[in-house]
């Protein structure tokens, strides 16, 4: 998944009683010991990892039931990285955009990508033609890959970019027929050439470009490196916080596979987690309490990665049976934290020996920077816990302002900085943000906190202004573009407000322009229209006289906030 991307990480068996280790200065790094990264590209880790269960199935469509093997997505991958090359012309460093809903063809659209050496920049399936238009502009996007249904609406942000971008169009259903002008999926993959590889030998090199807000501002393409998404995947399956493991003859791991591939958690954690170590993807394009009960229900899952509502429809949704989950082993739970109220109802629902642990990353650090395992809590009674920095990572907090980077000790509030091989380089073609965001090679993660005597992490606030809807980023930048666009709006500002259900919600404040009415209800209707539906104005509007700025005309949005909160308390 920019961001707080906030990880509940499971399955982690052997972080027994450890703490986390204090080196010089109140600088925190990790107990477990370091982990080698192999000097790998994606595919190539990939590919070097499926040698030994090629036979088994891979990825499987809950909806349609269409499957390929793990040998199977290799030839389609091979095929494809040089039928783009050949047929569209593509070159090395190139972008293509994905956007595509969890279905067993992801994954072959993204490896057959990069081992082509294009970069991929992945977009959600349910955004507006507006916004896939904005960032496709903004990462120079080359080609579309995408499903019969969204030609249409990629055609659509073609046409508000003023440009005829190649759109590849993939077959959801038997039957469907490919609209005029788009390229077939299957002759992509299924079609040999004779064309030589393309080595990349450079694991540094550019693989994936996920969009984030970062601390402020519209989103960005966050510029993550082979060997940033190749060392995260070994750092968060080093022995110690293993949770995956790797298929044999006579065993394999099974998941459900419904966070969304296009964002980072569900992309590394998931889709590459899962596929490295020979799992049984069970892929659902959209999540529905029926399709989801009916995956539990047919197949012998053994891990499930979610967010916190998804834990929650697992506790006290009357289709799910205690029995669905006999053979399930861990829950990941991430993008927003799991209280321990709720953790305790899952436990009680499904009984046995299923570990539930917490962590913390974001889409800039591939994602995973912190994770602590159940036994850590229960020991040191510490829950709500982040815990402490996986190997290879460093962490240290500094007062906010504080140029000097000077690290804080124990029980003091300051800004999490972090150090590791997962840091993503910096933000696509935007040195000044980048520059921004880091401090003597120290990423700043826009996210406060403070740490105990034992080291482990505890998140008290957010100095970044995203807003997190059901793990989502919604930028305030963005919202507030927008309506600054309406007719009668002279200014407006925008936070997010807490919400039972979704953590947050967006609420705006609006100024109108003198002597003009302005209808609440038009203008939500006006924002509805052109961004996906997590970023609605949820959370109300407010007419104000002025939206408070500092001296250099920066919105105040924590004041806002805070008079919110006062008001609402």
Not at 48 to 57: A, G, L, P, S
Not at 261 to 267: E, Q, T, V
């Amino acid at each position: 998944m920019a961001s707080l991307s906030r990880r509940i990480l499971t399955r982690c068996k052997h972080l027994k009683f450890a703490r986390f280790s204090s080196t010089s200065a109140n600088i925190i790094t990790s107990d477990f010991k370091d982990v080698e990264i192999p000097k790998k590209t994606i595919h190539q880790f990939f590919y070097d990892e499926i040698t030994n269960y090629t036979n088994f199935t891979a990825v499987e469509c809950a909806v349609t039931g269409r499957k390929y093997t793990y040998g199977q997505i290799r030839q389609k991958c091979r095929n494809l990285s040089k039928n783009v090359r050949k047929k569209l012309k593509l070159k090395q460093n190139d972008v293509v955009a994905i956007l595509l809903p969890n279905i067993p063809e992801y994954p072959i659209a993204v490896l057959g990508l990069m081992e082509s050496g294009i970069l991929v920049t992945s977009l959600n399936p349910i955004y507006t033609s507006e916004e896939i238009a904005r960032q496709m502009k903004d990462a120079n996007v080359k080609a579309v890959i995408t499903t019969i249904e969204s030609v249409q609406i990629v055609k659509a942000a073609n046409a508000l970019n003023k440009i005829n971008l190649p759109v590849i169009a993939v077959q959801t259903q038997s039957g469907q027929t490919c609209p005029p002008e788009t390229i077939k999926f299957d002759e992509m993959v299924d079609v040999e050439v004779d064309m030589p590889d393309i080595v990349i030998d450079n694991v540094h090199d550019t693989a994936f470009l996920p969009y984030s807000s970062g601390t402020t501002g519209l989103p960005k393409g966050v510029d993550l490196s082979h060997y940033n998404i190749v060392g995260n995947i070994k750092q968060t399956t080093s022995k110690e916080m293993k949770f995956l493991t790797h298929a044999t003859e006579s065993y394999q791991d099974c998941m459900p596979a419904v966070l969304p591939f296009f964002h980072i958690y569900g992309f590394t954690i998931t889709l590459l987690q899962g596929l490295v170590h020979g799992a049984k993807l069970v892929t659902l394009p959209k999540f529905t309490p029926e399709l989801y009960t009916d995956v539990l229900k047919k197949n012998k899952i053994t891990l499930i990665i979610a967010a916190p509502p998804l834990v929650l429809f697992l506790s006290a949704h009357p289709l799910v049976k205690k029995e669905y989950m006999a053979n399930l082993k861990a829950v990941m739970s991430g993008a927003a934290p799991l209280g321990a109220s709720d953790e305790e109802r899952f436990l009680e629902k499904v009984g046995g020996n299923v570990e539930i642990s917490q962590g913390y990353g974001l889409t800039e650090t591939s994602p995973v920077v912190s994770m602590i395992s159940q036994q850590l809590k229960d020991k040191f009674n510490c829950t709500g816990s982040i815990g402490g920095p996986i190997p290879n990572t460093q962490m240290k907090l500094v007062a906010i302002d504080d140029a000097t980077g000077t690290p804080l000790g124990p029980n003091q509030q300051g800004e999490l900085f972090v150090k590791g091989p997962q840091v993503m380089k910096g933000y696509f073609n935007k040195p000044k943000e980048t520059e921004e965001v880091f401090q003597d090679g120290w990423f700043k993660t826009g996210d406060l906190m403070y740490y105990n005597e034992d080291n482990l992490f505890f998140v008290t606030d957010r100095l970044k202004e995203l807003i997190k809807v059901k793990g989502f980023q919604v930028a305030p930048a963005e919202l507030e573009e927008i309506l600054r666009s309406v007719p009668n709006v002279s200014d407006a500002a925008v936070i997010g407000i807490p919400h039972p259900l979704s953590g947050e919600v967006p609420r705006a404040y609006i100024v109108p322009k003198p002597n003009a009415k302005l209808n609440e209800e038009e203008i939500k209707a006006t924002v509805a229209e052109r961004v996906a539906p997590y970023k609605q104005l949820k959370g109300g509007i407010e007419i104000v006289a002025a939206i408070p700025k500092n001296a250099t005309g920066k919105i105040l949005r924590r004041q806002l906030k805070l008079e919110y909160l006062e008001k609402n308390a």
